[in-house]
Every structure is written in C-alpha cells, then in structure tokens.
C-alpha cells in the first residue's frame, strides 16, 4: 500500500491526499506516507497565490531584488534574520528554479519534520491504539503546522517547526548536539526561534 500512495503521488499528489493519509494512520509506520503527505502540501504550496498582505507576497519580490547580486553582495547585505533566506533565494534564481519553489521546499520540510515526529510517536506509543485514536492523534499533527500561517509567514512558523523537531529529538534520543546545531539554524531563519527553544 506504501509504494502505491508513493507511486500515485509522484502522480498526483493532492488528489491521493485521501490514500496517504490513511497510510500515515495504519498501524506500522512508513517513512514513504510521511514523504507523499510532504509532497502534496508542497504541491499546493507551489500552486497557492499569496495575497499581497502576506509575508510571502514580500518573499517573492525580495528574491527577484536579489537575482542579479553576486554572493558577496548577498553576504554584506543581508541582515541577521536573512542570512540563510538570502543565500537560500540566491540559489534558488542561480539554479534558474521558479520562485514558487521557495515556499514548496518549506512545506516539504515543515510537513515532513512534523509527520516523521508524529511516526516516531506511533511506532513507540500508538501501535496498539484503535485507528480512531491514531487518526485524532494524526489530526492533532496535521492542525498544529497551520496551512495558512505556514504560507503568511513562512520564516517564522518554519524555524518554530524546526525547534519542535529538534527538541522532540532532545527528550526522547538525547541529541543535543543536533537540538544546539537546529536552534543556530532556526535563529537565523528568524530570530524569534529562540522563544520556542528557551
């Protein structure tokens, strides 16, 4: 059933959004239902036509004032919160990506990160639970990433997803080298990671 969601949402994912789930609810984990979840939010984070209200209408228009900028240029210019976001977009225009590729790599690994968390839960908590509380536990995951704010913001939800990760990954596996190493990362995709992580 895996390599199935896998291959048809290679396909279409949003339309197998359906299927993927309840792959992510069944009993044994999968790190490939975890992948085709990612994908379909990200297709439609690439699809997805931000108001000019949002943080990502802005995100556009700076990636397109920093096209024609050398590296070095990116490096002196950028501020504290937008070091990594301006190397990021400057390689995303050196690779000739569309824009729109920005905010679908985001939502690939937002979605991802939250879900492989949601995966470790089940495999070590919720492998004996009936599917309905695996499938409101799944919910829970799925309403706590904020489609919406994900897409406004983009900066801030995503370095507050990547201290939910690493900080899953310090209590339960003891990693603190990864949770130090995640934190510098999320700090300088925005400085406020560092109320979550405090």
Not at 121 to 144: D, E, G, H, M, T
Request: with cysteine.
């Amino acid at each position: 059933m895996p390599y199935l969601a896998f291959i048809l949402s290679l396909m279409q994912p949003v339309l197998v959004l359906p299927l993927v789930m309840y792959v992510n609810i069944k009993k044994r984990s999968s790190t490939i239902g975890v992948f085709c979840i990612a994908l379909a939010f990200a297709t439609l984070a690439f699809t997805a036509i931000p108001p000019d209200t949002y943080d990502l209408a802005r995100h556009y228009s700076r990636i397109e004032s920093i096209q024609h900028l050398s590296f070095e240029q990116i490096i002196k210019t950028s501020s504290m919160g937008y070091y990594l976001f301006n190397i990021y977009a400057w390689l995303i225009n050196k690779l000739n990506l569309l824009k729109k590729f920005f905010p679908e790599s985001f939502f690939f690994v937002s979605y991802y990160l939250v879900f492989s968390v949601f995966n470790d839960i089940k495999a070590r908590f919720l492998q004996n639970l009936k599917p309905l509380y695996r499938s409101l536990v799944f919910l829970s995951f799925w309403l706590s990433i904020g489609y919406v704010g994900l897409l406004s913001g983009l900066r801030n939800p995503f370095a507050n997803i990547l201290i939910f990760f690493f900080t899953y990954k310090l209590f339960f596996y003891k990693k603190e080298l990864p949770f130090i190493l995640g934190f510098i990362f999320a700090f300088y995709i925005h400085p406020f990671a560092v109320a979550p992580a405090i």
